[in-house]
């Protein structure tokens, strides 16, 4: 069974500081997504990944960067946290084609 | 750029009640994915829809995909507390032939 495990389940940090959100998935998929959930807007992405090294933007890039530098981790970085990315994160690996989407629990992240 | 909208956004019903959540894409699509995700949970992959017209069941839980690959259903018959939680379609289509979630539409069943 895949799993996708994402590093803390709840988290809170203050305006202005740096924040990693770590995702690992278990199953060599190439392709690796981070969206954040927000009451009545659904599932938005952020970024995705579908190589080592590789990234692309998703709908909503802003204010995040991400990283794969191994194909089991992606990284979601807030670079100078806002109270506006206060939200459920989400993050998904899937592999090759029209394969599903596995996801981990999620982090909800609180910026004050 | 595309858009995957479900109605209803909410629906309460009571134990035993049928429901139906309704999905449209702005553009056609090449196939199509239902999720679920329970109270505190995350989505999970519940089926895929690629023909035109096609209609999948899952005991209580029926998926179509519409003749013109633009919209999708999933009907719930005697609705059970279990079934709580929040539906969403997934589509791929468009130029970058991207997944888009749906907005999602929260099922409460009332015992």
């Known amino acids: 069974d895949v799993k996708v495990t994402q590093s803390s389940r709840y988290l809170v940090k203050r305006t202005g500081e740096k924040v990693f959100l770590e995702c690992v998935q278990d199953?060599?998929?190439?392709?690796m997504f981070w969206y954040r959930q927000d009451p009545g807007l659904g599932l938005r992405l952020i970024y995705f990944s579908y190589d080592v090294k590789m990234k692309e933007k998703g709908d909503i890039p802003e204010g995040y960067s991400v990283s794969r530098e191994k194909k089991e981790r992606f990284s979601l970085i807030l670079e100078s946290a806002s109270t506006n990315q206060t939200s459920m994160y989400l993050c998904?690996?899937?592999?090759?084609?029209?394969?599903?989407?596995?996801f981990g629990d999620g982090t909800r992240l609180s910026i004050l | 750029g595309q858009q995957v909208m479900q109605i209803p956004q909410y629906q309460h019903v009571q134990e035993g009640e049928d429901f139906t959540t309704y999905c449209n894409s702005s553009?056609?699509?090449?196939?199509i994915q239902w999720y679920k995700q329970r109270p505190g949970g995350h989505p999970v992959f519940l089926i895929q829809l690629v023909k035109s017209g096609e209609v999948k069941k899952q005991k209580r839980l029926t998926f179509q995909f519409g003749e013109a690959k633009k919209n999708s259903s999933l009907h719930i018959t005697a609705t059970q507390t279990t079934d709580v939680g929040t539906y969403f379609c997934a589509g791929r289509g468009g130029a970058t032939n991207k997944l888009i979630f749906g907005t999602g539409t929260l099922l409460a069943v009332q015992p």
């Open positions: 553009t056609t699509l090449s196939n």
């Open positions: 199953m060599d998929h190439e392709n």
């Open positions: 998904a690996s899937q592999g090759t084609g029209n394969q599903p989407q596995h």
